[in-house]
């Protein structure tokens, strides 16, 4: 299999190598997210850059460019891939304005993409619903017991199930009472105390797990003694839900992290505290939640006028 050397790429593909780096290694985000703001990249720059050009004129990008490529696109994509692509591409300009290679930042004239769906309240459980999930794992067995400490780290902290999934055994602080988040989607380790009934729960697993495991993992398969993955953490997470007999529209692990967010925000905790609690790097992410605050809302709720009766 042939390799592409550096002094072998394209103008294009050189400069797309040099962005990932940038995203990876400066930013910190996660190769998954590298890979997808990197594509988008790709996409513009072979639609308004002349893909075989020895020497890439970036100057001459302007508004009208970005104005007719997101033009084009909306007709074949949705509002969600839309917004996705405006997130990334909106990095790279920076990027572009950052490294010196483009005079002017350019993020912010890509378009601000509406997408109805986005305004839609998040999708929660009441605590009666919750205490019927994690009844679904009575802990008998080393797979309840599995079961139990993996819905308590998501009903109880409201972990990604990536993150649940990388959970080491390093990472319980037990004398503490403290979990240390470690590896997160925006690389950033956050701290969280450890509840009575998830310490009790993980114990519980850990001296039962599958013996002879040499894997640092927490929770690892039943089958090989191998760590597990987050499609395993979101598949127990909806066998749970459906044992538990709750419908919703959207079943799976981040249900959980919804349900912590809410009932956070209904007791009282500020927007910047669910925020570091969930590991948002962006407040605006953690806004949704403060649409659950209903009896907030009730309190500044203007009554509705009625007119007089004459009498």
Not at 199 to 217: E, I, K, N, V
Request: charged share 20%; hydrophobic share 40%; glycine share 6%.
């Amino acid at each position: 299999m042939n390799t592409i050397t550096p002094n072998q790429q394209t103008p294009i593909e050189h400069l797309l190598a040099t962005y990932h780096d940038y995203l990876l290694q400066v930013a910190g985000l996660q190769p998954s997210t590298c890979r997808r703001w990197t594509f988008f990249a790709r996409q513009f720059l072979k639609a308004k850059v002349k893909p075989k050009a020895s020497h890439l004129d970036l100057a001459a990008l302007d508004w009208r460019k970005i104005g007719d490529f997101f033009q084009a696109q909306a007709k074949s994509h949705s509002p969600a891939r839309m917004q996705a692509m405006g997130t990334g591409l909106r990095s790279f300009f920076r990027y572009l304005c950052f490294s010196g290679r483009h005079p002017q930042d350019l993020s912010n004239t890509i378009p601000r993409i509406a997408d109805p769906g986005r305004e839609d309240l998040a999708e929660y459980l009441s605590l009666a619903q919750l205490q019927q999930v994690l009844q679904t794992a009575a802990g008998r067995t080393v797979a309840e017991r599995r079961q139990r400490a993996v819905l308590l780290c998501l009903a109880r902290l409201g972990l990604r199930a990536a993150e649940v999934a990388q959970l080491n055994l390093d990472d319980v602080d037990w004398r503490g009472g403290l979990i240390r988040i470690t590896r997160t989607k925006g690389r950033q380790e956050r701290l969280l105390p450890l509840p009575h009934d998830l310490g009790q729960a993980l114990a519980r697993y850990l001296r039962h797990r599958p013996q002879g495991a040499t894997c640092r993992r927490i929770f690892l398969s039943l089958r090989d003694a191998g760590p597990v993955g987050a499609n395993t953490i979101s598949v127990l997470a909806v066998w749970a839900l459906k044992q538990a007999a709750i419908g919703c529209a959207r079943p799976g692990a981040h249900i959980f992290r919804h349900t912590v967010a809410s009932h956070l925000v209904q007791k009282g905790a500020s927007l910047k505290a669910v925020a570091d609690w969930l590991g948002h790097r962006n407040l605006s992410t953690t806004q949704l939640y403060a649409k659950v605050d209903l009896p907030l809302l009730r309190t500044v709720a203007q009554p509705w006028p009625c007119p007089e009766v004459p009498s």
